[in-house]
Structure formats: structure tokens, C-alpha cells
């Protein structure tokens, strides 16, 4: 499988964009919208070459290796980094199965565990071992898809545990991230965004329910336009897909 979509050369494009999670309903939107941008996309996920499973995490490093080789060949530079990732029910990876919790009986191990996985850990890891390839001069946006839910400030109706903690702690960990990435460059940009409710795999179990949802190109476009105007002064802060701020 080809990941690296055509032109193969990075300065006939507005660069590198690297979408992480881009097999996912969101993410594969965000490949096609950034294409469409111009930039020369690499998706990223368990199913592509080489694969990235936040449950190996040599894989992690390895990818990162991948796209660092491909700056070298093509001049760069990582003009985006978007972390499309996420989980809110399914097989964790015990191979158990998890749902969100509508009380304190349901909490497990692990879910809680496979939450903070996937919704945490393993966006961590992406920091480490690709915020580094971000150019050291001007504009440039890592953006990882987290969620209003996991807002406490916003936080009235409860339930959602695992979700809710943990991508609160993704909300840490983007804003710490961001004032060390501002000390390598000034004009860079590390943010957390919510990308509405979206019609994908992980909200299809609730639109049963009556959710309201939006196409996911709908929900990409948005998003696209949050990060190509974010104003300077606004890392490590958290955006909805309008661009309005989410309290912590
Ligand atoms: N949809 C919504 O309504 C909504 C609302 C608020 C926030 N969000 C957030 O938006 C983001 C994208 O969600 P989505 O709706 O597009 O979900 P999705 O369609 O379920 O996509 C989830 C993505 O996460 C990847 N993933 C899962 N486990 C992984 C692992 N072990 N290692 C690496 N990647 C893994 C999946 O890869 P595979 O293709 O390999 O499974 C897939 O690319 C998530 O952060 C989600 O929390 C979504």
C-alpha cells in the first residue's frame, strides 16, 4: 500500500502533512482535505506501511523514522501533524470489550487502561517522537483530535469515564508539549481541537440513540480552517471545529 499520496516531492507541495489516525473516519476525511490543500500526505495507522499501533510502541519510533527519512529525501518540511486517533468503545487489547460507562460500576481496569492507550499514550509517544521533525523556523501546526467531553470546566452530565479522563490527560500533555515546543520554535503550534459529532465508527453505537451527527468531510473542512487560522499566542490551547476556545 502506498501511504505517500502524489506529488512524491515535497517542495512542489506546500510540504509535508502527516495525518496519524488516518485510516479513521475523521482522519481519512482530513487526508483528502489536506490533499486537496496541496500538501503531500502521509497517513499513518495499524493498517498501513509502515503500521503505527500505539500497542507496539517501537512502532511509534519507527514511523517516525519513516517520515524523518522521507524530510531528508525530499527537502521537507513537516508543514502539519495531525493525531486522529482515538477510542470510545470496542476490543481493547486484552481482547475484552468496552463500552462507555454510565455509572462507577462500570469502570474495569481495562478500559480505563485501553483509554488512556489510545487517547494518551500513545499521542504521547507521537510528541516524542515527532513534534522533533517540525521545522525550527516559521508557521507550523501539530493538531491532536481530542474531545469536548473531556473537558472538566464542561463537564455536567457525567458518565464516560475512561473517555472523559483520558482525553483530559491528552489535553495536559498537548499543553505541556506546546510550551516546549515554543522554545525550539516560536511560530509553532501544538493544539488540542474538538471536532464535533461526527458521523464515523466511533459515535455510530450513540447515533442510534438520536445524536446528531455531521459528515466527516464537513467535520474535516472545519478543522482544516481552525488550523490554517490560528492565530499566533494560540498554542497549547484547546479549539472546537469553530474555532472557539474549550474550557479546560
Ligand atoms: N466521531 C465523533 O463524533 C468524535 C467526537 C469527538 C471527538 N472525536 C475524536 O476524533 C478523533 C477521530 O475519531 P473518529 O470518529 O474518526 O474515530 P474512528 O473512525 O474510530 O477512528 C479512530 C482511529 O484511531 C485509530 N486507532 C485505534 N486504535 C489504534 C491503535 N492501537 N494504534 C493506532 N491507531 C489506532 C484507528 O485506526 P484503525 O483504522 O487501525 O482502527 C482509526 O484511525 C478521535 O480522537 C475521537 O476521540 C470524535
Redesign the pocket.
Known amino acids: 500500500m502506498t501511504t505517500v499520496s502524489s506529488p512524491d516531492r515535497a517542495h512542489d507541495t506546500q510540504g509535508l502533512a502527516v495525518v496519524?489516525?488516518?485510516?479513521?473516519?475523521?482522519?481519512?476525511a482530513l487526508v483528502a482535505g489536506l490533499q486537496a490543500q496541496g500538501f503531500e500526505v502521509l497517513s499513518l495507522?495499524?493498517?498501513t506501511h509502515p503500521a503505527?499501533?500505539?500497542?507496539e510502541e517501537t512502532t511509534v519510533a519507527a514511523c517516525a523514522g519513516h517520515v524523518a527519512d522521507h524530510l531528508a529525501r525530499t527537502g521537507g518540511p513537516l508543514q502539519r501533524l495531525i493525531?486522529?486517533?482515538?477510542?470510545?468503545h470496542?476490543a481493547t487489547?486484552s481482547g475484552q470489550r468496552a463500552e462507555p460507562e454510565r455509572s462507577w460500576q462500570h469502570l474495569s481496569a481495562d478500559a480505563l487502561q485501553h483509554n488512556f492507550?489510545?487517547?494518551a499514550i500513545?499521542p504521547a509517544l507521537v510528541m516524542r517522537h515527532f513534534l522533533p521533525l517540525l521545522p525550527r523556523q516559521g508557521r507550523c501546526v501539530a493538531a491532536?483530535?481530542?474531545?469536548?467531553?473531556g473537558s472538566i470546566g464542561d463537564n455536567a452530565l457525567g458518565g464516560w469515564y475512561a473517555?472523559r479522563a483520558s482525553?483530559a490527560a491528552l489535553n495536559q500533555l498537548v499543553h505541556t508539549s506546546a510550551i516546549e515546543l515554543a522554545r525550539r520554535n516560536k511560530e509553532a503550534l501544538c493544539v488540542a481541537l474538538?471536532?464535533?459529532?461526527?458521523?464515523?465508527?466511533?459515535?455510530q453505537p450513540?447515533a442510534k440513540t438520536g445524536l446528531q451527527?455531521r459528515p466527516?468531510e464537513e467535520?474535516a473542512s472545519d478543522l482544516l480552517a481552525v488550523i490554517d487560522a490560528l492565530p499566533a499566542g494560540s498554542s497549547g490551547q484547546f479549539f472546537d471545529h469553530k474555532g472557539l476556545p474549550v474550557p479546560w
Open positions: 496519524i489516525g488516518g485510516t479513521g473516519g475523521i482522519g481519512a495507522g495499524r493498517s503505527l499501533d500505539y500497542a493525531v486522529a486517533t482515538g477510542f470510545l470496542g487489547a492507550l489510545i487517547n500513545g491532536f483530535l481530542s474531545a469536548r467531553v473517555y482525553k474538538h471536532p464535533g459529532t461526527v458521523d464515523t465508527g466511533l459515535s450513540f451527527v466527516a467535520a
